[in-house]
């Protein structure tokens, strides 16, 4: 019997499984993937929002403002990419331009901090490449941008050095609790018992919700589509730049991301299917088209990848973080946007819940720290050398786009919880990230994969699943 | 800082034609660098034949053509490095290399052959919406995958793209039991060689679909299928007509792109068109001493022509070490009426007339034209053509009168008469 079990290894399972590690208590986590980090923390802006969208009161603005804050020293403790470089919400329109006074109204209300408002060519000076059309801006001095997926990866690590046990591919089917005690089923037959069950299975939290409370949620997956391009335009804005909100929708923005890519996106397309992350051509278009209108010379030659991600929007329209009508049993449901900047305030209330319920002690030998993978192409070459005498792994370089060494890929395997697909790999070291998109590094990372996790490479994924690269042999 | 006459980046066929080159004119100061296993660039992954007919006035393998230069350069006991990977080349040429025997290593150069290759173009860089599973390949990963690690890639397949990688995949795939299911091209012609189309498509019955493009791809953890649709003239899918192809795999054959981050770094000037260097007739780039031949600098489409361009480059690189100044003033030359680009891409202002070759894409394909190169408006040299294919490559020789005379006009131009 377990103490807690957490359902969903996405940043906000991952999150709470490490604030819940400071203190002394059996924990498991259950994640119906592979790996951490495969739902909706793998595809989304990456921006850690300042705090101004939210509608004031709400749990999305208390959570939003004040894991913002955290970032700084966060990053620092846990060694993941993360850049203050502010946001600017774009106004076309003279008439709507009182509309940014709304927001940044709204913002302080929030608590946002060191908001203002700019004129077009102040706005243009600040982001030289924005169009001639923009006639406003809102500053959001306190917005970031966050590498997600790492984020999550190291809350994961952390975890794990602190106790917390990870179980992959261990989707949960059932639950109940009887006698106080909480019985978790999962779809391989496996079944744990805990004294408290926290669900942050995002967009199937519904459905575990609905497994044991009667108050029933239904979330609504709603997809955006992504652009990324390529780092050699990377130079093409500096902040994080949103477009005002009107009639028409909420605008496509267009943001730097942490490694020096352009994203674009997203669109919002509501869904039926929780796994339906097809693109489409008429939405990427649409967005582009929208870009254009922030960033006029954006160029379609330059896109790299697309993808899209899922967020779980309920009808409620705000975070449900609570302790349900089941005692011991606490929810993270409709997690959509900000959900990645919230992550870090709701781990810390959520564990802290739990640790008073279950009169939790805290974790003695708890290391609040934790080391990213080295990073070959962001040494100094004396650091380089350094590391290729230690490890002679390092100094063969396996993805030439993103110049990452055999040496890390081998460490993102063999930590813990370790890359086990190639998606893991690139999600963890960036190899096959880069303008070649794997096309050079695919079979060379495979045979590493194959090598350390003593597979045949007809076993090795994509991302797990019927996601096999090869066939066999050929004849 | 270990000092080097002349270091060459990239051990494939332009990297060893160079080195070979530079060895036969007296420079015995040479380093080659390759980040692969072995010396022989792509050509080690490209087993059919057809390689050689100009140099070696038989057909090889690809492999076969390599060891040829290998063992030239081999013989000559010329350095080489492999499993070294150049991380960066600065503008005073250093070069740093990275690998796992030697470290991390910076040389000063006096002069750098650029000899990089290229890349294949990306699903993202074509934009094709749809499904992110497995099984969407560039042609030249899954050659890799089937001819030198010996796995399957898939069993049925599609393959968007008519360059050349992706006709000779059609063939490689059916000959190891793959069911190819069609070749899907978006221009109404081939960018591959005519021989290729026939060789690889025709003798296999594997439809080819010019006009057509991928809309998109099914299939959540591996392709399931790939919607195709034929396009309008302005190459626009036209959606009421789209068609679903059940398929497990998706090969991309749909461009290759000079592999110039290096170049970049160093501060080299780099062509809108090719990708590659803006170069002269001695191949050097606008930095004195750093030089680019191969498929980095255009790509190519018969090794042969790599070959002569880079004994060219290694050539004039030591000529360059031995002390010959660098003509200061350049003649752009204008490629004009249907003539994508030429290479060189510019003539020194310098009284060295020597015969030329050019080498030269056009845009679209034409029917009976000329080839024609103007000086100042006066028609220097002509070449009719019964037709000419941007998947082609075109070549024009010419005699040192008249490329004194090139180089005494004001304006150059290559053009095509129609
Ligand atoms: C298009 C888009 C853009 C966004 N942009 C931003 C942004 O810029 N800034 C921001 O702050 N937020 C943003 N968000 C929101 C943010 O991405 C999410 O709030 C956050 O990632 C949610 O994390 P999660 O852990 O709740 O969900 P997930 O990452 O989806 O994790 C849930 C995990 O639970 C697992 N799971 C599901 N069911 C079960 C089961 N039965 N048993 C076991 N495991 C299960 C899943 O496999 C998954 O790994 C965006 C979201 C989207 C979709
Ligand atoms: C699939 C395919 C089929 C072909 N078929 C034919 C054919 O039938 N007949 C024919 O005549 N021609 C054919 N060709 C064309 C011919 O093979 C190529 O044009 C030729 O190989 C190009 O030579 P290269 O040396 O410029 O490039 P490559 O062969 O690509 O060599 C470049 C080398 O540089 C190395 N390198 C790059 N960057 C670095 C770095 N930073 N540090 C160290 N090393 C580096 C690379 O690893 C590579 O080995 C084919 C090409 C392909 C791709």
Redesign the interface.
Known sequence: MKDIIIIGGGIIGCSIARELSRFSADILLLEKGNDVSVGTTKANSGIVHGGHDAYPNSKKAYYNVKGNAMFDQLSKELDFPFRRNGSMVLCFNEDLKCGLNDLLARGEQNGVKGLYIVDGDKAREMEPHLSKSVVAALVIPSGGIVSPYEMAVAYAENACTNGVEFRFLSEVTGLKKEDGIFTVTCADGYTEQAKVVVNAAGLFADEINNLICERKYQVQPRKGDY??MDK?VGYLADHTLFQQPTKMGKGILVTPTTHGNILVGPTATDKLDK?D?????E??GEAFAKALVSVPTLN??T?????SGLRAHIPENDFVVEESEVEGFYNCLGIESPGLSAAPAIAVEVAGWVAEKLALKANANFVATRKAIPQFSHLS?ID??KL??QN??????VC??E?V?EGEIVESIRRKPGAVDLDGVKRRTRAGMG??????C??RIM?IIARELNLP??EV??????????????? | MRKMNLVIVGGGPAGLAAAKAAYDCGERDILILEREAELGGILNQCIHNGFGLHTFKEELTGPEYAQRYIDQVVERGIEYRVNATVIDVSKDKVVTYVSAVDGLTQIQAKAIILACGCRERPRGGINIAGMRGAGVFSAGTAQKLVNIDGYMPGKECVILGSGDIGLIMARRMTFEGAKVKAVVELMPYSSGLNRNIVQCLNDFDIPLYFSHTVVDIKGKDRVTGVVVAPVDEKLAPIMDKAELIECDTLLLSVGLLPENELAKQGGVELSNVTGGAVVDENMMTNIDGVFECGNVLHVHDLVDFVSAESENAGKCAVAYINGLESCAEKIAINCTNGVRYCVPTQLNRDDNYQPLNFKMRVANVFKKVELAVFADGVKVFGKKRPVVAPGEMESINLTAEQVETLKKAQHIEITLIK
Do not use: H
């Open positions: 652009m990324l050699s796994d992350v097809n693109t489409t051509i939405e990427l379609k030659r896109i790299i990848t697309q993808f070459n380089r050398q290729i005498d002679p792994l390092y100094g063969n370089i030439r786009c110049v060494t303008r070649c998109q794997a096309g050079f695919t079979p045979e490479l007809e994924t994509k991302r797990g699943g019927a996601s096999q690269v090869v066939f066999g042999r050929t004849k």
